[in-house]
T-cell receptor
Framework: DAKTTQPPSMDCAEGRAANLPCNHS???????VYWYRQIHSQGPQYIIH???NNETNEMASLIITEDRKSSTLILPHATLRDTAVYYC??????????FGAGTTVTVRA | NAGVMQNPRHLVRRRGQEARLRCSPM?????VYWYRQLPEEGLKFMVY????????ESGMPKERFSAEFPKEGPSILRIQQVVRGDSAAYFC????????????????FGAGTRLSVL
């Protein structure tokens, strides 16, 4: 699987949009971009995934650049409960998820 | 629809004892995956099972660790003769049967079992 690079941490104001970047410059054409998050002392929670097109669901939006070398997860209106470690993962045709260090997002009131 | 259920949530064992961790997948899910998260580290894949079959155990330590997913009942991760280095959070995930590209197969995680070895 392609490696990903995420900033180690970021702060966000409550009620504002949180934009979480992820670089995956070695991604191949059939690799999907997945986002999970892990709130303290809980299991990872699936957020969203995509291949080429931008995706949106009830939790977040995923913007993938045209060259697919990077992506951004957008939490449109961050709340205190969104404080978590966010993992960007790229997957090819494999069942193993590879979690890196992720980005620790702290939402502040 | 209940999510992935793991129990116990917390487990304390003394060195040399056995630890049994249980995982009930989501309804309709026939694939189970176990991951381990050591303190201050990311999750690492351990084993992938389907009903009555171990598909891939490449992430399992060679000794003392075993996993099963019987026809009836939950998946069990068993650690024999635990040592302090086994202290970690163990997460189970499940997914529905595969259809086409594995990369589109979403894994849903349980809340984990936190094992502490004294």
């Amino acid at each position: 699987d392609a490696k990903t690079t995420q900033p180690p941490s970021m702060d966000c104001a409550e009620g504002r949009a949180a934009n979480l970047p992820c670089n995956h410059s070695t991604i191949s054409g059939n690799e999907y971009v997945y986002w999970y998050r892990q709130i303290h002392s809980q299991g990872p929670q699936y957020i969203i995934h995509g291949l080429k097109n931008n995706e949106t669901n009830e939790m977040a939006s995923l913007i993938i650049t045209e060259d697919r070398k990077s992506s951004t997860l957008i939490l449109p209106h961050a709340t205190l409960r969104d404080t978590a470690v966010y993992y960007c993962i790229v997957r090819v045709n494999d069942y193993k998820l590879s979690f890196g260090a992720g980005t620790t997002v702290t939402v502040r009131a | 629809n209940a999510g992935v259920m793991q129990n116990p949530r917390h487990l304390v064992r003394r060195r040399g004892q056995e630890a049994r961790l249980r995982c009930s997948p989501m309804k309709g899910h026939s694939h189970v995956y176990w991951y381990r998260q050591l303190p201050e580290e990311g999750l690492k894949f351990m084993v992938y099972l389907q009903k009555e079959n171990i598909i891939d155990e490449s992430g399992m330590p060679k000794e003392r660790f075993s996993a099963e997913f019987p026809k009836e009942g939950p998946s069990i991760l068993r650690i024999q003769q635990v040592v302090r280095g086994d202290s970690a959070a163990y997460f189970c995930a499940s997914s529905p049967p595969w259809r086409g590209n594995l990369a589109k197969n979403i894994q849903y995680f349980g809340a984990g079992t936190r094992l502490s070895v004294l």
